[in-house]
């Protein structure tokens, strides 16, 4: 089946640094790539997503790119801010599903 | 719409006992989604429903868990008998339209379960 590997685990930066996750997955044909953001005891929630006929996608401080080549996606979260610790996740597609990375827990200090 | 309703929030059970776990999708979706998450393994999917209809039940862990969905408002999610290691955090998710998976999923508040 589908495998997606998510790095880092942990990511600590500080207020106004940018940050970037990493996914890596396996299936060529995997085609919808979403990231969603989950708040300490909260729900998973999608934050930004972006599917295979584009490489690159913006949402004011959130961006996340594609190599399909390389089978790789990222999500960039710039000027960070205290509220944008959380855990994120990444996930992709495999057998009409999908497939969620193991989550980066990024803490932003002030 | 009050997104997607689970109920109960908080269930503390002792092993071998049944479990209901209750899902209310949002209205219009015709996706319907189980999650199970744990620290240890993430977030997993459990089994979905197209229309009411099980589409994937391939990330059911075994025989002790069953679902249901008998209209489109209301899914159960059942484990009986219950284990220790069932203790988790389950979240149901609803989303709509063609490519349901591949549309946004909107998650309920889970139900954190603990088996003692």
């Known amino acids: 089946g589908e495998n997606v590997e998510q790095h880092p685990s942990t990511l600590s930066v500080q207020e106004g640094d940018s940050a970037v996750i990493k996914c890596t997955y396996s299936d060529s044909a995997s085609n919808y790539f979403p990231w969603y953001k989950q708040e300490l005891g909260k729900r998973p929630q999608l934050i930004i997503d972006?599917?295979?006929?584009?490489g690159e996608k913006k949402d004011q401080r959130i961006a996340v790119t594609l190599n399909k080549t390389a089978k790789h996606f990222s999500l960039h979260i710039t000027e960070t801010q205290p509220e944008d610790s959380a855990v994120y996740f990444c996930a992709t597609t495999g057998f009409q599903k999908l497939v969620f990375g193991t989550g980066t827990r990024l803490l932003v200090s002030p | 719409d009050a997104g997607v309703i689970q109920s109960p929030r908080h269930e503390v059970t002792e092993m071998g006992q049944e479990v209901t776990l209750r899902c209310k999708p949002i209205?219009?979706?015709?996706?319907l989604f189980w999650y199970r998450q744990t620290m240890m393994r993430g977030l997993e999917l459990l089994i979905y429903f197209n229309n009411n209809v099980p589409i994937d039940d391939s990330g059911m862990p075994e025989d002790r868990f069953s679902a249901k969905m008998p209209n489109a408002s209301f899914s159960t999610l059942k484990i009986q008998p219950s284990e220790p290691r069932d203790s988790a955090v389950y979240f149901c998710?609803?989303?709509?339209?063609?490519?349901?998976?591949?549309?946004?999923?909107?998650f309920g508040p889970g139900t954190r379960l603990t088996v003692l």
């Open positions: 209205s219009g979706h015709d996706y």
């Open positions: 998710a609803s989303s709509l339209g063609e490519g349901g998976p591949y549309n946004e999923q909107f």
């Open positions: 972006i599917r295979s006929n584009v």
